[in-house]
């Protein structure tokens, strides 16, 4: 299973669904980076995603954005394939 890995905050309700929707889909872990411990840590979430909210997921090195953005890619069914390991998925 590729790596993922989402910028969160503690009280974010759409990290919480964005991770209950990855584990409902047989993701066991989430490396998450808690982008309000430290501002540096936003800092770099900004300019690595180009985006200022939370949560902004990767799938390996493919960045999905956020929680509307990976709803997307589900009801598009290339969320799974994504998740199996398959290459970035077509637009």
């Not at 890995?5 to 309700?13: D, K, Q």
């Not at 960045?63 to 069914?77: E, K």
């Amino acid at each position: 299973m590729p790596q993922i890995t989402m910028y969160a905050t503690a009280v974010c309700p759409y990290c919480i669904q964005a991770e209950r929707l990855l584990k409902s889909k047989g993701v066991a872990d989430i490396a998450k980076v808690r982008v309000d411990l430290d501002p540096a840590v936003r800092e770099d979430m900004m300019r690595r995603t180009g985006r200022r909210t939370v949560p902004q997921i990767y799938i390996d090195e493919f960045h999905v954005g956020g929680y509307d953005d990976l709803v997307a890619l589900d009801r598009s069914g290339r969320l799974d394939p994504l998740l199996a390991g398959a290459p970035t998925p077509p637009a």
